[in-house]
């Protein structure tokens, strides 16, 4: 704890946070990796870089939120199911357990030739290796009117879980029954392809029990429901009759705030309630700034091998920032996965031996229809070395029958278990 204190005040003191730090020459005897975000890629690939050189290699997490909340379940506080209180986890066994060396702000720049990272505090950091995980950043410009809308605090999205989560849900408890709640869908890729087909249950389980007359439109821009297609229908046909209509083919182009208005590039103007707009997305703004994202100046080409940035040496780049495989989703538990096979290609690295030639990804996603009941979807990935990228094996996965109680079951302990795995 001395030292770690020592570590943060003397750097506040410098101005310089770990000056000695670059390896110059090989294999270096005290390596250092700076973690930049803490959210699901972050926050795993922090521990298990600790992990697996057996606490060896100092690990930097730098990330300016107090604690950790998860997007996974937050659609249950729009339901009104769980609070946000259950859905946070604070990052104190990352430092306690695993000797991660917290620093609670924001990476402003990083140079990949220097090999150092800017915080927004003012200090640098320099670092061996860098893994990037600073997840999604919202692309408010492509909807006209959405930035002042959403920071006036009228046209809220949600799509980072916290306090935006609870003031969508006051909004909702504000409506009055008979009203209605629209939400649009950017195209694909964008973070969590079920996730808006989980939340409009949610929302509609709500209105069911405190709104009977309200209404839910989902207004979606691709040509169909992207995630669980099916399942979701039926959810909707049956359990949600006369609350949930699904328009596909409805890409939102610009907002009016003062009339509550939703304007696309070809259908009729909605009007609404409580609007949730969904601009496209890409890559966090840091990648973005450090020239990473590559892939239509959206996401991040890593290879898949070691998760290292086609585009700057010693940047690992993870989870929602980068630019996909084949049928690979932008989930938490893909950037869990991701994480662990950058953690330990960078173990394996910086000590000079051979990178895992033949890794594998898993992934689960759990969507609650109402407070009990989920449908999942799951995958198993392997790296293909012939083309260089990750395929789903044949066979491996699939979807549930219907929707069910176990699976509830099932749901919220991964849940638990994932936050366990990543940060206790
Ligand atoms: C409503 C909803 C439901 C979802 N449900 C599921 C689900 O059931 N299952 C599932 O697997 N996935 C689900 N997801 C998707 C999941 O949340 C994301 O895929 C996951 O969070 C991606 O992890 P990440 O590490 O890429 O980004 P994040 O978890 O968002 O972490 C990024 C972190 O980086 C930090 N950061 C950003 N920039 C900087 C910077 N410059 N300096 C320092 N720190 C920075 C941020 O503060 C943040 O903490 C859901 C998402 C939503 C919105």
Same mark, same amino acid.
């Given at each position: 704890m001395l030292q770690r204190r020592t570590f943060l005040q003397g750097a506040a003191a410098a101005g310089?946070?770990?000056?000695?730090?670059? &390896?110059?020459?090989?294999? %270096?005897?005290k390596a250092r990796v700076l973690v930049v975000g803490a959210g699901y890629g972050g926050a795993t690939a922090a521990k298990y870089v600790r992990l697996l050189s057996d606490y060896q290699i100092e690990v930097v997490l730098v990330e300016p939120n107090s604690a950790f909340v998860s997007c996974p379940i937050s659609n249950l506080v729009l339901g009104g199911h769980r609070s946000l209180e259950e859905i946070t986890t604070p990052y104190d066994n990352l430092v306690r357990r695993h000797g991660v060396r917290l620093?609670?702000?924001?990476?402003?720049?990083?140079?990949p030739a220097k090999k150092v990272a800017v915080l927004a505090s003012g200090p640098t950091i320099a670092y061996d290796k860098l893994i990037l995980s600073p997840g999604i950043d919202l692309?408010?410009?492509?909807?006209?009117g959405l930035k002042a809308a959403h920071d006036s605090g009228q046209?809220?999205? &949600?799509?980072?879980?916290? %306090?935006e989560t609870l003031a969508l849900r006051r909004q909702l408890e504000a409506m009055p029954d008979g009203g209605v709640f629209a939400m649009t869908v950017p195209e694909?890729?964008?973070?969590?392809?079920p996730g808006p087909y989980e939340r409009v249950c949610q929302v509609a389980d709500y209105f069911k029990r405190a709104k009977p007359r309200s209404k839910v439109l989902l207004l979606d821009a691709?040509?169909?429901?992207?995630?669980?297609g099916p399942l979701f229908k039926k959810v909707w046909a049956e359990q949600y009759k006369g609350i949930i209509e699904y328009r596909p083919q409805h890409k939102a182009v610009a907002v009016d705030a003062k009339t509550k208005t939703i304007k696309f590039e070809v259908n009729d103007d909605v009007k609404a309630d409580v609007l949730n707009v969904l601009p496209p997305m890409r890559a966090g703004k840091i990648a973005v700034d450090t020239g990473l &994202?590559?892939?239509?100046?959206r996401w991040c080409h890593v290879n898949?091998?070691?998760?290292?940035?086609t585009a700057a040496k010693d940047i690992h780049v993870l989870g929602d920032a980068i630019q996909t495989a084949?049928?690979?989703?932008?989930s938490g538990h893909m950037a869990n996965s991701h994480a662990k096979v950058a953690a330990a290609a960078v173990v394996a690295e910086l000590r000079g031996w051979p990178v895992n030639p033949a890794p594998m990804l898993t992934n689960t996603c759990y969507s609650f229809v109402d407070g009990k009941n989920v449908i999942h979807v799951a995958s198993v990935h392997e790296y293909v070395p012939a083309e260089k990228t990750f395929k789903t094996v044949a066979g491996s996965g699939g979807v549930s029958s219907g929707p069910n109680e176990l699976e509830g079951i099932y749901a919220w302990n991964w849940a638990r278990n994932i936050w366990a795995d990543s940060l206790a």
């Amino acid at each position: 704890m001395l030292q770690r204190r020592t570590f943060l005040q003397g750097a506040a003191a410098a101005g310089v946070l770990g000056l000695s730090a670059c &390896a110059t020459t090989g294999v %270096p005897s005290k390596a250092r990796v700076l973690v930049v975000g803490a959210g699901y890629g972050g926050a795993t690939a922090a521990k298990y870089v600790r992990l697996l050189s057996d606490y060896q290699i100092e690990v930097v997490l730098v990330e300016p939120n107090s604690a950790f909340v998860s997007c996974p379940i937050s659609n249950l506080v729009l339901g009104g199911h769980r609070s946000l209180e259950e859905i946070t986890t604070p990052y104190d066994n990352l430092v306690r357990r695993h000797g991660v060396r917290l620093v609670r702000d924001m990476v402003s720049r990083i140079d990949p030739a220097k090999k150092v990272a800017v915080l927004a505090s003012g200090p640098t950091i320099a670092y061996d290796k860098l893994i990037l995980s600073p997840g999604i950043d919202l692309m408010f410009d492509r909807i006209q009117g959405l930035k002042a809308a959403h920071d006036s605090g009228q046209i809220l999205q &949600a799509w980072k879980a916290g %306090p935006e989560t609870l003031a969508l849900r006051r909004q909702l408890e504000a409506m009055p029954d008979g009203g209605v709640f629209a939400m649009t869908v950017p195209e694909a890729p964008y973070r969590c392809p079920p996730g808006p087909y989980e939340r409009v249950c949610q929302v509609a389980d709500y209105f069911k029990r405190a709104k009977p007359r309200s209404k839910v439109l989902l207004l979606d821009a691709n040509p169909d429901v992207t995630s669980k297609g099916p399942l979701f229908k039926k959810v909707w046909a049956e359990q949600y009759k006369g609350i949930i209509e699904y328009r596909p083919q409805h890409k939102a182009v610009a907002v009016d705030a003062k009339t509550k208005t939703i304007k696309f590039e070809v259908n009729d103007d909605v009007k609404a309630d409580v609007l949730n707009v969904l601009p496209p997305m890409r890559a966090g703004k840091i990648a973005v700034d450090t020239g990473l &994202a590559n892939a239509n100046a959206r996401w991040c080409h890593v290879n898949f091998l070691n998760f290292e940035s086609t585009a700057a040496k010693d940047i690992h780049v993870l989870g929602d920032a980068i630019q996909t495989a084949p049928l690979m989703p932008k989930s938490g538990h893909m950037a869990n996965s991701h994480a662990k096979v950058a953690a330990a290609a960078v173990v394996a690295e910086l000590r000079g031996w051979p990178v895992n030639p033949a890794p594998m990804l898993t992934n689960t996603c759990y969507s609650f229809v109402d407070g009990k009941n989920v449908i999942h979807v799951a995958s198993v990935h392997e790296y293909v070395p012939a083309e260089k990228t990750f395929k789903t094996v044949a066979g491996s996965g699939g979807v549930s029958s219907g929707p069910n109680e176990l699976e509830g079951i099932y749901a919220w302990n991964w849940a638990r278990n994932i936050w366990a795995d990543s940060l206790a």
